[in-house]
Nanobody
Framework: QVQLLESGGGLVQAGGSLRLSCAAS????????MYWFRQAPGKEREFVAA????????YYTDSVKGRFTISRDNAKNTVYLQMNSLKPEDTAVYYC??????????????????WGQGTQVTVSS
């Protein structure tokens, strides 16, 4: 299991930007593909973005393409989610997750090797 801790959430106006960070424990961070999910009130947790262990591969859910960018710094054991042009519908608790497999989209807890506790992002209109 890998321990994950998100930060960087907050309240922002529509059209604004936020950068989320997720710090991981352990010395094998580069072996994990990293994921961002989000969960809005009353909705299921949904996939947002993923990045391969090397950082050479990324993919996104359609609703954030062109607005969000996932990146990682393996020297700092950290993955980031840069969120631009935020919309009220982006309001959710954002979670990072780690998995040995790259290419996942499922939010099933047991498919991942670790989850963060979440950070709230609120976008006002």
């Amino acid at each position: 299991q890998v321990q994950l801790l998100e930060s960087g959430g907050g309240l922002v106006q529509a059209g604004g930007s936020l950068r989320l960070s997720c710090a991981a424990s352990g010395r094998t961070f580069s072996m994990y593909a990293m994921y961002w999910f989000r969960q809005a009130p009353g909705k299921e947790r949904e996939f947002v973005a993923a990045i391969s262990g090397s950082g050479g591969g990324t993919y996104y859910t359609d609703s954030v393409k062109g607005r969000f960018t996932i990146s990682r710094d393996n020297a700092k054991n950290t993955v980031y989610l840069q969120m631009n042009s935020l919309k009220p519908e982006d309001t959710a608790v954002y979670y990072c997750a780690a998995a040995n497999n790259y290419g996942l989209r499922s939010s099933r807890i047991d498919e991942y090797d670790g989850w963060g506790q979440g950070t709230q992002v609120t976008v006002s209109s």
